[in-house]
């Protein structure tokens, strides 16, 4: 079990086979466990090296289009800076969260949950948000808690934050709420909208790697947050849920281990 043992009784008995086949066995874990570590170092280094090398040319991009939108230039010309911009920046928000992504998945960051409380994340959360919900006048509304749970606190805010700027994205009017609920293994928060809602035949694929729905595909996004927020949930040992009706709203709820 120690991946530590060795062949001791050379002969024809059926011990000494066994003992052979242990060693046989062990041999090719090891082997294995060499080549996987490995590809996890040239995995890191690629993250690495593609996380570097298109940081420097996203910023200028963004950079020479703020510069350009600062010009005095027909209306046409406008447009397509704008989109110039906005494309720059879908471009920035797509490779980090795949670089976070892939450190996740590999292994190359680890999550480090520990017992704390509830309230310091969310009002973090909704702070965060507030002026992006007043600006398409949404009431963002925070339920206060003294609930604490297992987990870390940079990761599940970044998940957190995802699942919030969806509710705010696809929510024309109304309330987006957050909240908690205490149960004896777990704490359960929930972002409540009264957005479109997701259909029944949808809920399942919501979670996968960059799935759209065609309801929201005239909308700015890359489908790519609700992955990476399962992904951060799930390595705390905890988990994510939907519950929703269309036309009338999403509730995601998060649970996270005492």
Not at 186 to 195: E, K, L, N, P
Not at 237 to 247: F, H, T
């Amino acid at each position: 079990m120690e991946g530590s043992f060795s062949e001791s009784t050379f002969d024809e008995s059926k011990l000494s086979a066994l003992e052979t086949k242990f060693a046989h066995y062990l041999s090719a874990a090891e082997t294995s466990s060499r080549n996987v570590a490995q590809e996890k170092d040239r995995i890191k280094s690629l993250i690495a090296d593609i996380s570097h090398q298109t940081k420097t040319p996203i910023a200028n991009l963004l950079l020479y289009s703020e510069l350009l939108m600062e010009e005095d230039l027909p209306a046409s010309a406008k447009a397509n800076v704008d989109a110039l911009y906005n494309q720059s920046e879908k471009l920035r928000f797509l490779i980090d969260s795949l670089v976070k992504l892939s450190r996740l998945e590999n292994g190359i960051i680890s999550l480090s949950p520990q017992r704390t409380a509830l309230q310091p994340l969310l009002q973090g959360i909704a702070e965060q948000y507030a002026a992006k919900a007043a600006e398409k006048g949404l009431s963002l509304q925070l339920h206060d808690t003294d609930i604490s749970a297992t987990f870390d606190m940079k990761w599940t805010a970044e998940a957190l934050a995802n699942i919030v700027d969806n509710a705010i994205k696809y929510t024309e009017h109304g309330v987006i709420t957050i909240s908690a609920v205490s149960y004896e293994m777990f704490a359960r928060i929930d972002v409540s909208d009264t957005g479109a809602g997701i259909s029944e035949s949808e809920q399942s694929k919501i979670f996968a790697r960059f799935y759209r729905s065609k309801i929201v595909r005239e909308q700015e996004g890359v489908g790519i947050g609700l992955y990476l927020a399962r992904q951060i949930t799930s390595g705390e040992g905890g988990y994510i849920k939907v519950a929703s009706v269309p036309g009338k709203g999403s509730t995601f709820s998060v649970f996270l281990p005492k």
